[in-house]
């Protein structure tokens, strides 16, 4: 049976990336994932006893775990979502970021490449290697703007840089050696099954058990989001008919700043959850010091993607973060396992890269 890969599978993006796959009649799915503490099995149970899916517990480092899975399950297309992703983490460990986002992206090109060329003439025709990558690489906007495709790289943080650096791998992939490969640059995802370190689950929960909500510097730094499944409906659009060798914008539209951000989920916590003891919530608003590097301003133009593909979000931002909280409501057993990480609603990003 005919299957993609999808690195990094099992993490949040991930897995609604093989979970929306699977949906629809099409290939089947194979997970390789290292489970580091961003990814998780919980992420998809739903898949499991589903014959068009296969997990893979593996390292995209690792040579000869690439080598197996590409012989054993002959893809015709990887996503590679293999990633560190948290930027307060990316300042306390910029080493980790490197092996896994710059040396990982790089052995899986050469895996992905020396496959690529043993494929019959048709196959190797029509097989694409997709990296999801993020607007971070271009660094910060003023007040007016937003990063197209051409806008110039000018990461920030170690996380962005790393990014950055697996993007710059890619393309040279692609014209050095010929490999089949397109760029996506997304906006600040959200949705289900995000890992509590990140922004909106992280303020979500704190809302419902009366901690504080801790806001870095002003709060006036600005975000474009962009619901998951839209996100993962424009990959399979870039895949099915985005042009090799390209790079894709993918935003939200929808700006605002962390500090209107966690306001509205103030609002939405207070409404779906009435009776809170501690309750309105934005009374647990707290500023404090702020990120090392706080880029101030995102904004993605999608208008190359919606120009020559035609796709644009669905989502309301009000009615995802909506979806999300109840999420998050809906679902206290795996937010209890994922809280098992001792780190994940820690503050983190102020230890000044202590290794490396």
Not at 12 to 31: K, T, Y
Not at 110 to 127: N, V
């Amino acid at each position: 049976m005919a299957c993609v890969l999808v690195t990094g599978g099992a993490g949040f993006i991930g897995s609604c990336f093989a979970s929306m796959w699977l949906a629809e009649p099409s290939a089947a799915v194979v997970v390789l994932d290292k489970l580091t503490y961003a990814g998780s099995r919980e992420n998809l149970a739903a898949l499991q006893g589903n014959s068009r899916f296969q997990f893979v517990e593996g390292d995209i480092g690792d040579r000869s775990t690439l080598t197996k899975v590409l012989e054993e399950f002959h893809p015709s297309a990887i996503f590679n979502f293999a990633a560190e992703s948290h930027v307060d983490r990316s300042i306390d460990s910029p080493e980790e970021f490197l092996q896994t986002n710059v040396v990982g992206t790089v052995r899986l090109l050469a895996a992905a490449l020396s496959y690529w060329r043993k494929l019959p003439d048709e196959e190797g025709k029509h097989f694409r290697f997709l990296h999801v990558s993020t607007d971070e690489v271009y660094g910060s906007l003023g007040i007016t703007g937003a990063f197209t495709e051409d806008h110039p790289y000018h990461p920030n943080s170690p996380y962005a840089a790393s990014k950055a650096s697996s993007d710059h791998f890619v393309r040279a992939y692609h014209q050095t050696y010929g490999l089949p490969a397109i760029i996506t640059n997304c906006s600040n995802n959200y949705g289900p099954r995000q890992l509590p370190e990140k922004l909106i689950p992280l303020m979500v929960l704190n809302a419902l058990e009366g901690k504080r909500l801790p806001v870095y510097g002003d709060g006036l730094n600005v975000r474009d989001w962009l619901y998951v499944e839209d996100h993962c409906q424009a990959l399979r659009l870039v895949h099915a008919q985005g042009r090799v060798g390209e790079v894709y914008n993918i935003g939200g539209r929808c700006e605002c700043t962390n500090l209107e951000l966690v306001g509205t989920i103030c609002d939405i916590v207070d409404r779906l959850c009435p009776g809170l003891p501690h309750a309105p919530c934005r009374n647990l608003i707290e500023f404090v010091e702020d990120r090392p590097g706080h880029d101030r301003r995102y904004a993605i133009d999608s208008s190359k993607l919606q120009d020559e593909l035609g796709w644009q979000p669905r989502c309301d931002f009000q009615a995802g973060l909506e979806r999300t909280v109840q999420w998050y409501l809906d679902n206290p057993t795996w937010v209890e396992h994922r809280m098992n990480d001792a780190s994940s609603r820690q503050r983190l990003g102020l230890g000044g890269g202590t290794n490396g």
